[in-house]
C-alpha cells in the first residue's frame, strides 16, 4: 500500500523535520497501512503526549478519515482536538462527505459556520457540494452556492464541478443547465456530469448531443453514453456506441463491459455477448464479482444456461449476487430442481441469502408447481433470515398460488399484504382466473387494474379472453368494444433475433425493418407452401 503521506499534499518544509524528528509520526506517514496500526500508533502518542499536537492530530486525522481508516474514529479524534485548524475542519467534512453518512459532514459544516473562528475557504464547500449532492438535498444545497456566489468563489473549477454534479444528480435539470452554460473552459469532468445527468434522467438524446459536441472525450464520457443508452432501454444504440469506441481506439473500462452485457441480456444477443464475454478474458480484465454476475446473467438470458453454470462454476470469488444471478438463471430456464438446490448450497455457506436469493427460489418454486415449498421458503425468509418481503415477494406467491388454482388463497394474500398491491400483482392474479375460468373473481380484480390504470388494455384482452373461453361471446364483445370506445390500444407484439452478431427488432404488423419487403415476400411464399401441404 502506498504510505499516506504520498496521498497528502506536499508538506511544508517545518512540518517534514517536525515529523522527521518525532518516531511515531514518522512511522505514522511511512508504514501505518490499517486501523490496527493506526490505534496502536495512537496509544504511543497519547503517552508521550504528542496526540494534542496539532500536527500530530492533523495526521491521526488524515488517516482515519481517508478510505483505509474508519470515519467514526475518525470524529473521536477530532473531539479531541481543541481550536482546530482549517485544514483539520476541512478534512474531517470531507472524510463524512465520502461516508455511509453524508449527513453529518453538513452539520459539521453548520457547526464550523456557527461556532469556531476558521471561516471555510475555497477546499471546504466542494466536500459539503459533494454531501448534498449524495442526499438528493439540491434546494438546501442551493443556499450555499448563493454564499459561494458573493464569496466569487463560484468559477472555481473543482467547486464549479462539485456544484454541477448536485444538481444534476439530484435532478435540478434547469439549475444544472444554467451553472453549464454560465461557465467557460468547462474540463471533462463537467462535461461527463451533464451526460451522465441528462442520461439518468431519461434525456438521452440530448445527453447524445451533448456527447457529440465535445471537444475531447475520455472513456467515462463513452461508458456514460453507453450506460446512458441501456438504462433508457435502448440496447441496440449502445452496442452501436461500443463499436464507435473502439473504431477510436479508446480503450473500454470493466463498467463499459458490464453495461453492454446487460444490453446482450436484455436483447437475447448470446453472439455479441460471448464475444464481450472473450474479450474480456483475452485482455485480462478483472472478473470481479460485479463482472461475473453480469456475465452469467447474460448468458441466462440468452438461453445459454450450461453457459452461465460454468462460468459460476469457474469464478475464482463468487459474490452473494453472482449466486443469485445462477439460481435466477436456473429457475428462469426451467431447471428449477437445481435451482433449489444451489439455493440449498448457498445456505451452507458463509454468505446469507438476501432478498433477491428469495426471489430466485421462489420464482423455482413457482415454474415447478410447488406451493407448500414455496410457503416454507416464505416463512423462512422472514423468521430466520428476517428479510422483509417485497411487492415481489409477494407476486411470486401469488404466481404460485394462481397457477395451481388457489385462486382465494391468492386474492387473501393480497389484501393481507402490507403495502398496496400495484398492477403487476393484479394483472397475475387475473392471468389465473382467466386460466382457471373463474369469471367472477376476474371482474373483481379487472376493476382494481383499471383503477389503477385505466389505459391499460391488458385488464380488458384477459376478460375478453375469460368470457370467450367460457362460451360468453357477447361479453367478450363488449370488452372489445370498451378499448375502442376508450381509444385504448393493445400494445403490438415485439421480437428480437439475431443473425450474423446483429440483432434484429420486429414489431406485430411493422414494416419499418430495411429489408420488409423481402421479409413479406418470403412470408406470402411461406403461406401458400403451406396451404399446397395442407
Not at 97 to 122: E, G, H, V, Y
Not at 200 to 213: C, M, P, V, Y
Not at 313 to 336: E, V
Not at 426 to 431: A, I, K, N, R
Request: with cysteine; glycine share 6%.
Amino acid at each position: 500500500m502506498v504510505p499516506l503521506c504520498c496521498s497528502l499534499a506536499p508538506l511544508p518544509t517545518a512540518i517534514s523535520k517536525f515529523i522527521s524528528h518525532q518516531t511515531y509520526l514518522s512511522m505514522l506517514d511511512q508504514n501505518c497501512n490499517t486501523m490496527k496500526d493506526l490505534q496502536k500508533l495512537h496509544a504511543q502518542l497519547i503517552k508521550t503526549g504528542l496526540a494534542k499536537h496539532p500536527i500530530a492530530a492533523s495526521r491521526l486525522l488524515a488517516f482515519c478519515a481517508s478510505s483505509a481508516g474508519d470515519i467514526n474514529y475518525a470524529y473521536l479524534v477530532f473531539t479531541q482536538i481543541q481550536n482546530p485548524n482549517l485544514f483539520i475542519w476541512n478534512t474531517i467534512i470531507r472524510g463524512f462527505s465520502q461516508s455511509s453518512t453524508p449527513q453529518i459532514a453538513i452539520f459539521l459544516f453548520m457547526d464550523m459556520l456557527l461556532t469556531s473562528p476558521i471561516q471555510p475557504q475555497r477546499l471546504t464547500f466542494p466536500s459539503v457540494f459533494k454531501a448534498y449532492a449524495q442526499l438528493n438535498l439540491a434546494s438546501e444545497g442551493a443556499q450555499l452556492h448563493g454564499r459561494v456566489i458573493k464569496m466569487k468563489l463560484d468559477n472555481d473549477p473543482f467547486i464549479r464541478n462539485t456544484i454541477l454534479n448536485m444538481y444534476a444528480n439530484s435532478g435540478f435539470l434547469s439549475e444544472a443547465r444554467k451553472v453549464f452554460a454560465g461557465g467557460i473552459d468547462f474540463d471533462v469532468v463537467a462535461w461527463n456530469i451533464m451526460i451522465m445527468a441528462l442520461a439518468k434522467w431519461g434525456l438521452i438524446d440530448e445527453s447524445r448531443r451533448l456527447f457529440d459536441n465535445m471537444l475531447s472525450r475520455n472513456t467515462i464520457s463513452w461508458n456514460s453514453m453507453i450506460s446512458g443508452y441501456v438504462r433508457n432501454g435502448r440496447f441496440i444504440e449502445a452496442l452501436e456506441m461500443f463499436r464507435k469506441m473502439q473504431e477510436e481506439s479508446i480503450k473500454p473500462s470493466e463498467f463499459t463491459m458490464v453495461s453492454l452485457l446487460n444490453a446482450c441480456a436484455c436483447l437475447g444477443a448470446i453472439r455479441q455477448g460471448e464475444w464481450i464475454h472473450d474479450y474480456m478474458v483475452k485482455n485480462k480484465f478483472e472478473l470481479n464479482a460485479i463482472v461475473v454476475t453480469a456475465i452469467i446473467d447474460m448468458y441466462s438470458k440468452c438461453g445459454s444456461i450450461n453457459d452461465a453454470l460454468q462460468v459460476f462454476k469457474s469464478a475464482p470469488k463468487k459474490g452473494l449476487s453472482c449466486w443469485n444471478a445462477t439460481i435466477l438463471g436456473l429457475a428462469m430456464n426451467g431447471q428449477d430442481n437445481e435451482a433449489i438446490q444451489l439455493f440449498s448450497v448457498l445456505e451452507s455457506t458463509n454468505l446469507k441469502p438476501d432478498h433477491v436469493s428469495f426471489i430466485g427460489v421462489l420464482t423455482a418454486c413457482n415454474h415447478s408447481g410447488l406451493v407448500d415449498k414455496a410457503k416454507d421458503y416464505f416463512l423462512l425468509m422472514k423468521e430466520k433470515y428476517k428479510v422483509k418481503p417485497s411487492i415481489k415477494h409477494y407476486s411470486c406467491m401469488v404466481d404460485v398460488l394462481g397457477r395451481v388454482g388457489l385462486l382465494e388463497e391468492a386474492e387473501e394474500l393480497i389484501r393481507n399484504m402490507p403495502m398496496d398491491p400495484d398492477a403487476i400483482i393484479w394483472g397475475s392474479l387475473l392471468w389465473s382466473c382467466c386460466k382457471h375460468g373463474n369469471i367472477e373473481m376476474a371482474n373483481r380484480v379487472a376493476k382494481h387494474l383499471i383503477e389503477l390504470d385505466s389505459s391499460e388494455s391488458s385488464s380488458f384482452v384477459l376478460m375478453a379472453n375469460v368470457y370467450a373461453a367460457s362460451s360468453h361471446f357477447e361479453e367478450a364483445i363488449e370488452q372489445r368494444l370498451s378499448m375502442k370506445e376508450k381509444q385504448i390500444e393493445k400494445e403490438p407484439g415485439c421480437s428480437l433475433i439475431e443473425v450474423n452478431g446483429e440483432v434484429h427488432e420486429f414489431v406485430a404488423g411493422g414494416r419499418l425493418h430495411p429489408k420488409a419487403k423481402e421479409i413479406y415476400h418470403v412470408l406470402d411464399a411461406l403461406k401458400l407452401i403451406i396451404k399446397e401441404t395442407e
